[in-house]
């Protein structure tokens, strides 16, 4: 019952979080486990519907810091999370990670041409 608390109603707590996220373009997901081990700790705590934001904002409050001005692009919450108090796994564009290839590719290939200039006695390098 509480799981349909947390999807179905207009004011659901789950849309409304994923609204929240998709204002700086993050798409948030929950499985299913995470769905049901947040019903189950609102059980477990005796707070029934009343206590599933608070369970909620815990989870989320660290992504919701590091969400602005960064490469995340998706959140997703699993049974994990919500169980051990682990952050949410953050998806990262890949712009990003091809952005950190591109600069190890560049220092690759200034090491390469240091190497070739060191082998062809053009020009010394000192070291240290």
């Not at 659901?12 to 997901?29: G, I, N, R």
């Not at 019903?39 to 660290?62: D, F, M, N, P, Y």
């Not at 919500?82 to 796994?89: D, F, G, M, Q, Y």
């Amino acid at each position: 019952m509480l799981v349909r608390i947390l999807t179905e109603p207009r004011n659901a707590y789950v849309p409304q979080y994923q609204a929240l996220f998709q204002m700086d373009k993050v798409q948030l997901d929950f499985t299913d486990g995470a769905l049901r081990s947040i019903a189950k700790k609102a059980v477990l705590r005796h707070t029934g519907a009343r206590g599933l934001r608070s369970i909620l904002e815990r989870i989320l409050l660290q992504s919701m810091y590091d969400i602005p001005e960064s490469d995340i692009v998706g959140v997703r919450v699993d049974e994990e999370a919500v169980k051990t108090n682990k952050s949410p796994e953050y998806i990262r564009s890949r712009q990003s990670s091809s952005t950190d290839n591109h600069v190890e590719n560049s220092t690759t290939t200034t090491e390469e041409i240091k190497t070739e200039q060191n082998h062809d006695n053009k020009i010394s390098i000192p070291t240290g």
